[in-house]
């Protein structure tokens, strides 16, 4: 089975403090992304990456970035979390054009 | 960048009766798959199918179906005499070319006994 893991369920931080969410797959899928779920907004695209150290920006990726330095390892990185940013993250992976495996998401609280 | 519109905010049926969940979708690709996805209350995201632009044939998977219409951008889904454990958050989603894939903003689906 693909698993794609996020290394936290929770997280609470500080407003202005620097957030890492990382999130790994175990099937060598080409395509991650990182989506934010807010209710009544779907799930939003903040960053999509096709390849090592290749990404793309989504619908709204302003105050985030993201680094992809192996395959297998997608970082969303807040630069200084703000209210705002208080969301659930979910992480995903695929191959090609088929179907995005998702992680169990992260639930950020920014105070 | 491709567009996905789930009009439908929310949805309340009584079991048994058939629903009908829509999408529309705007790309400027020839080349481009449609999903869709269920989230129950437990949170995880659940695949339920893929299509690709060239494959305009419905498709129907025991109480589900899908309807997809090119010359209206929209691929619809329509469960079948509903269940209560059919209720949950139900995503459109489209990917281009490219890989990067879009969701819309979901239909929240309740099922009543």
């Known amino acids: 089975d693909v698993k794609v893991t996020q290394s936290s369920r929770y997280l609470v931080k500080r407003t202005g403090e620097k957030v890492f969410l990382e999130c790994v797959q175990d099937?060598?899928?080409?395509?991650m992304f990182w989506y934010r779920q807010d209710p009544g907004l779907g799930l939003r695209l903040i960053y999509f990456s096709y390849d090592v150290k290749m990404k793309e920006k989504g619908d709204i990726p302003e105050g985030y970035s993201v680094s992809r330095e192996k395959k297998e390892r997608f970082s969303l990185i807040l630069e200084s979390a703000s209210t705002n940013q208080t969301s659930m993250y979910l992480c995903a992976s695929s191959l090609d054009n088929t179907e995005a495996f998702f992680g169990q998401g992260t639930r950020l609280t920014v105070v | 960048a491709q567009k996905v519109t789930q009009a439908q905010t929310e949805i309340s049926v009584v079991e048994k009766e058939d629903v009908t969940l829509d999408c529309v979708y705007e790309?400027?690709?020839?080349?481009?798959?449609l999903f869709w996805y269920k989230q129950p209350p437990s949170g995880e995201l659940v695949f339920l199918i893929r299509?690709?632009?060239?494959?305009?044939q419905n498709e129907i998977s025991g109480r589900y179906s899908w309807n997809f219409q090119k010359s209206t951008s929209s691929f619809n889904f329509t469960i079948t005499a509903s269940q209560v454990v059919d209720s949950a958050v139900y995503f459109c989603?489209?990917?281009?070319?490219?890989?990067?894939?879009?969701f819309g903003a979901g239909t929240r689906l309740t099922v009543k006994p």
């Open positions: 989603a489209l990917s281009e070319i490219s890989g990067d894939m879009r």
């Open positions: 099937m060598d899928h080409e395509n």
């Open positions: 790309t400027r690709d020839t080349t481009y798959y």
């Open positions: 299509r690709n632009s060239f494959d305009e």
